[in-house]
T-cell receptor
Framework: GAVVSQHPSWVICKSGTSVKIECRSL??????MFWYRQFPKQSLMLMAT?????????EQGVEKDKFLINHASLTLSTLTVTSAHPEDSSFYIC???????????FGPGTRLTVT | GQNIDQPTEMTATEGAIVQINCTYQTSGFNGLFWYQQHAGEAPTFLSYNVLDGLEEKGRFSSFLSRSKGYSYLLLKELQMKDSASYLCAVKGSTLGRLYFGRGTQLTVWP
């Protein structure tokens, strides 16, 4: 139980385009989902926290107009990187909180490369 | 602010024991997690401590001292597959978010 999926697992896009990443909790309802970004050899940096049906809470320094987060249901959250630039290339990981232990479960991550 | 500190790198040989330390200073505390992360993959849960003391789970054990703001992860009978980054994370009091350390890259040599 407590499985979180992400799609796509990797994506390459051109500079200036937008990319949408999906995060799904497959076998539990996630009241809260978290989006992280991880650069090579760095730790996970929290970008934003989203609760189902409400606006996401962004961490300081994260542009909410650039990283659009939607948490429309208890099993799905999406992160859209708008007008992507090469410096947005990173490993994006979501986690979902819920299930019987109300702990966070991580998705497998999405590798984004912007050319 | 929040500060989670752990060594950047450690090395050990197969069959040995290694201890990875983590010290933390956070405004709230609702437990400490250890995760294992292989390159290019998401973190996987190893252990959770919320009370002082030692939690043992197979080859892995985790210790917590809340008064000292200190934890360690103990790995016994090291195997090559244990080569990975080990992340210490503290659950804060706001929305249950996790504050991560930078991770300790462990290399296990044959």
């Amino acid at each position: 139980g407590a499985v979180v999926s992400q799609h796509p697992s990797w994506v390459i896009c051109k500079s200036g385009t937008s990319v949408k990443i999906e995060c799904r909790s497959l076998d539990f309802q996630a009241t809260t989902m978290f989006w992280y970004r991880q650069f090579p050899k760095q730790s996970l940096m929290l970008m934003a926290t989203s609760n189902e049906g409400s606006k996401a809470t962004y961490e300081q320094g994260v542009e909410k107009d650039k990283f659009l987060i939607n948490h429309a249901s208890l099993t799905l959250s999406t992160l859209t990187v708008t007008s992507a630039h090469p410096e947005d290339s990173s490993f994006y990981i979501c986690s979902a909180r819920g299930g019987p232990t109300y702990e966070q479960y991580f998705g497998p991550g999405t590798r984004l490369t912007v050319t | 602010g929040q500060n989670i500190d752990q060594p950047t790198e450690m090395t050990a040989t197969e069959g040995a024991i290694v201890q990875i330390n983590c010290t933390y200073q956070t405004s709230g505390f609702n437990g400490l997690f250890w995760y294992q992360q292989h390159a290019g993959e998401a973190p996987t849960f190893l252990s959770y401590n919320v009370l002082d003391g030692l939690e043992e789970k197979g080859r892995f054990s985790s210790f917590l001292s809340r008064s000292k703001g200190y934890s360690y992860l103990l790995l016994k009978e090291l195997q090559m597959k244990d080569s990975a980054s080990y992340l210490c994370a503290v659950k804060g009091s706001t929305l249950g978010r996790l504050y991560f350390g930078r991770g300790t890259q462990l290399t296990v040599w044959p």
